[in-house]
DNA sequence: GCTTGCCTGGACCATGTGGTCCTAAGCACC
DNA sequence: GGTGCTTAGGACCACATGGTCCAGGCAAGC
């Protein structure tokens, strides 16, 4: 994960600590957002001190693109594993399963670690906001490499377009994940994720393949 | 808008007042979030001073609080224009269009005003958040006494369900809203929420009664 | 017009927070 | 074991920011 930005010889040691510190930032910025989790908040968590988050990191700022950019390798990593085999609509019913099922753990508070950056960090912070954005369209891409198999081995009809199921998935998910938060329970993103697979249902050349649970 | 907490004495002059300090709040918020926005900022947006802030709102949190019953009572408002006659499956659509419209002016940017809050605010102030997902609630239920209507004017199927559609096309609104905010592009907003209306489509009596813009 | 109490301006304060710096310990390589 | 780097600890600083306070203005009811 940490990839050191310059030429600087770096140890072992340092490379942990570094991973210490973005953890520790990931799991306080998650749950308080970004702008409310201080510094010392992360220093004290990760067991660390202000010299080393500052050996590490430029400044706040530069903490926080990395964040992105760690979470963002973790999401994709995470999400490769899940939609990197991805052949058949049962296969996406199991994703939608395993999010979901995440989500309830804490009762949809929280909701994705990368939705939840986004609205705080978009008109804030421009580099932020473009790597959130590439990793969204990677993300997406993901899915919709699944869907062209899918079309391509003839579950998917013709006429439907990858791209756009993704980006309705993708919308639905993130918009799942916020009503969640606010209701402080699963339901609507269980309901909305229904939505756009139903969707995708719909361009299936049989459409009464399965039953969406 | 401005509802006197208690039972002091209030003129008009410091209804005003109070309108203005909201209606900065409204802005600044709304632009850089919640936590970016400081105290003096609103102060010098409105034309106020610092005790008049504390004059009419006991400290942050509350003036945070009552921004999100200002912000929920604009868009309710809003929607109530847009959505209280809906009879009609273009209706959804001039509704989509209008939203669509809207967002594009500013290319993506800001977002919907209540899910910008909701992620910021529904881990850090239950108050807040349990206002948040009222004012959604009511905002969904508008949407479904439009489609309950249509569903009693024979235009939707009888196994629809307009509180579950309503959420879905809720969440394909805010995700929408969130992938447009990270894309800087109003694009994705539009394929979701091209989604939830095919979805509810799939349920008119006559399946083409119309085209979806 | 005078009293009452809301309304307003703005100086002022305490503290949280991002950021700096100096010193020393660890480590690798010679 | 010496040299020169990285890693570490933590005191320290400047300042933004939330919050207080008081003196005076203004409006409304008597």
Same mark, same amino acid.
């Given at each position: ?10 140890? !072992? ?144 009809? !013709? ?55």
């Amino acid at each position: 994960m940490a990839a050191p930005t310059n030429r600087r010889r770096i140890s !072992q040691r340092g490379i942990a600590t570094r991973d210490r510190i973005l953890e520790a930032a990931n799991r306080l910025m998650l749950v308080r957002g970004v702008n409310a989790t201080t510094l010392d908040d992360i220093r004290e968590a990760s067991q660390t001190s202000k010299s080393q988050l500052y050996h590490h990191f430029a400044d706040k700022q530069e903490l926080v693109r990395a964040l992105v950019r760690y979470r963002g390798a973790l999401v994709l990593q995470r999400e490769r594993a899940g939609l990197e085999r991805l052949r058949s609509f049962s296969g996406l019913v199991r994703w939608r399963n395993a999010l979901v099922q995440a989500n309830s753990l804490n009762n949809g508070k929280y909701g994705c670690g990368l939705g939840s950056m986004t609205l705080e960090l978009s008109d804030q912070d421009e580099q932020a906001r473009s790597a959130l954005s590439e990793t969204f369209a990677a993300w997406e891409r993901l899915i919709s490499d699944g869907l062209h198999r899918m079309r391509d081995g003839g579950l998917l009809r !013709q006429d439907a377009d990858p791209e756009k199921l993704a980006t309705g998935l993708m919308a639905a998910l993130q918009g799942g994940y916020l009503l969640a938060n606010a209701a402080h329970d699963v339901a609507p993103m269980e309901v909305a994720l229904d939505m756009a697979l139903e969707h995708i249902k719909s361009f299936l050349v049989q459409p009464s393949e399965e039953p969406t649970r």
